[in-house]
C-alpha cells in the first residue's frame, strides 16, 4: 500500500498529519496532492497537503518540475507532461486498450452511446478508455476516473464474475447510497450479482447518478479470469439495457478472442497477479 | 531540463555514468529508465540503465513499488497503474483531449483512417490520442509516442505556424534520413514549410515510413496560437490527401471554436508558456 495523502475514493486529497522520512517518498506524496479535479496548486496548498514544510516542499518541486513530472504555471504548479508520457507506458492498461479500442470504436460506431473500457482497482472500476461522440450523452467520466465497483455495471461484473475476495472487501468498505436506486443491502447486492452472474452481463439502472444507465460484459484472458469490462453508458429513460447487452457482450468476446492468444503465450501479461 | 538517462528521441535508454546525488532524483531515474518499448525490466538491467547500485536501486525500487508507479512481476518490475492514473491528470494533453475527442471520433467515422491529436514536444510531434477502427491501416503510432517533427504532418504544421525558434532547434538537431522522401535539407524543409503555411496544412508523403502518408491541420487558442493539430494518417498509396485536407481542417478549426472561449477566459491553460 503506498502512503495515502488522506485520500478519498475519488481520489480528492486531504491533509494528513506525519510526511514520510524518504526523500523520495516525500516527492511522491507531493504528485499525489493533485487530486483528480485539480489543475493547479500553490506552494502553500501542497505543503498544507502534505504536511511537508514550505521550504522543503519548494525544493522537492523544483527537482519535479526539472525532472517535468510537474510544471510551473503564474500560480503555482501543475502535473507535467513527463508523467503523461510514462503513463501512456504502463503496459497493463496500455495492452488492454490497444487491443480493445477498435472494438470500443465498432460499439460506438453502433450505437452512438458512450463506451467505456474499465478494470478493477480495489473496491472501485477504474475507466482505462473512454469513446464517446457528440452524439452520446455527456456524462463526467473521465479516463483514468474512478467510480464504486457495486453501483456500476461494469463494477457488478468484476464482482459477479471474480475472486470472491473483491466482494468481501466492498462489502466491508461499506455501500453508501448515491441514489433512491442504489443498493446498499448486502444481501440484495449478491441477489443482484447472482442475476449479473447468470446473464453474462451487468447493469446498472440509475444506481451511481440519477438519469444515467449502463451495461456491461466481462473481458476474458486464455484461463478465463476476468481481466476488464466494457460498458455502454446512456440516458436511463432512452436506453434499451436489454437491445444492446447483446453488442456490448460480442464486443466484449471479441477483444477476450484477440487476447486470449496474447495471453496465453506469455507475450502479454494482463493480470494484476504475478 | 530534467536529468537525461541518455535517452534518443524515441525514448530509449542507455547507460549513464554518473546518477544523480539527490534521492528523489535517483527515483524518478528508475522511473525514466523505462522506455517506450519497455513492458518489463530486471534489477540488473535498471541497475545498469541508471548506473545505481544494486542495492541502492533495490531499495529505491521497493519505495516505487509501495507507491504504486511501478509493480513487481516474476521477473522484474514494470510500470504500475498508479502513473496511468496520475498521467490521466495532466492538465494539458487532458483537456486538448477531452475538447478534441468527439470531433476526432467523427472524423474517422467519416474516414476510417487513423486519426490523431498531437502537440509539439521538442524537435519532436508526440501522439495525444488516437482513434482508429479495424478498418484503418494499422499502424506503429502510440499515444504518448513521438515522431521527429520535420518528416511528420503535424510536426511540419508546428514548425510552419509556430515561432521561429521550435525550426531553429530542429535544424540544429539535424534532419536525418528515414525513407528515400525524407526532407533532409534545411532549404527544402523550409520551402515545404512556407507551402504548409500558404495551403493552412501539412502533408506527409513516405517521409517518416515507407508507404504511410498524412494530412495535419491546426488547433489555434483564442490567440491564434498553435496548441496542437489533428492529423489523419493512411497508406500512401490510397490516401487522397488533397480530398481529406479538408476534413482535417474542418474538424481542426471546430475543435479551435470549442477551445477558444475556454482559453480566452482563462478556464483551460493549454499554452505550453505560463
Not at 507531493?30 to 487530486?35: H, K, M, Q, R, S
Not at 466492498?170 to 440484495?188: D, E, K
Not at 439495457?241 to 486470449?260: D, H, N
Request: net charge positive; aromatic share 4%; with cysteine.
Amino acid at each position: 500500500m503506498r502512503q495515502e495523502i488522506g485520500r478519498s475514493a475519488d481520489g480528492e486529497a486531504a491533509p494528513v498529519t506525519e510526511p514520510p522520512k524518504s526523500v523520495l517518498a516525500r516527492g511522491l506524496l507531493l504528485l499525489d496532492a493533485f487530486g483528480a479535479a485539480d489543475t493547479e496548486l500553490t506552494l502553500a496548498e501542497l505543503a498544507r497537503r502534505t504536511g511537508l514544510p514550505k521550504p522543503t516542499a519548494h525544493r522537492l518541486l523544483a527537482e519535479l518540475v526539472r525532472w517535468g513530472g510537474l510544471e510551473r504555471t503564474s500560480g503555482g504548479y501543475r502535473l507535467g507532461m513527463r508523467l503523461f508520457i510514462l503513463g501512456q507506458r504502463v503496459p497493463r492498461p496500455r495492452g488492454l486498450r490497444e487491443a480493445a479500442l477498435p472494438y470500443l470504436e465498432d460499439l460506438y460506431e453502433a450505437t452512438h452511446e458512450n463506451v467505456h473500457l474499465a478494470v478493477l482497482d480495489g473496491v472501485d472500476t477504474l475507466f482505462l478508455e473512454k469513446v464517446s461522440g457528440r452524439r452520446s450523452m455527456p456524462i463526467v467520466s473521465r479516463v483514468g476516473g474512478r467510480l464504486p465497483a457495486y453501483c456500476t455495471a461494469t463494477g457488478k461484473v468484476f464482482l459477479a464474475l471474480g475472486p470472491p475476495e473483491n466482494l468481501r472487501q466492498v462489502l466491508s468498505a461499506g455501500l453508501p447510497r448515491h441514489t433512491p436506486h442504489t443498493i446498499t443491502m448486502p444481501g440484495l447486492l449478491r441477489r443482484e450479482l447472482e442475476r449479473t452472474l447468470e446473464r453474462g452481463y451487468g447493469i446498472n439502472q440509475e444506481e451511481s447518478e440519477t438519469g444515467v444507465s449502463a451495461v456491461a460484459a466481462p473481458i476474458f484472458d486464455h484461463r478465463r479470469r476476468v481481466l476488464a469490462a466494457i460498458s455502454i453508458t446512456g440516458h436511463a429513460c432512452r436506453l434499451d439495457l436489454g437491445r444492446l447487452a447483446p453488442a456490448v457482450r460480442t464486443a466484449a468476446l471479441a477483444v477476450s478472442r484477440e487476447l486470449s492468444q496474447a495471453t496465453a503465450n506469455g507475450t502479454l501479461v494482463l493480470s494484476d497477479r504475478p
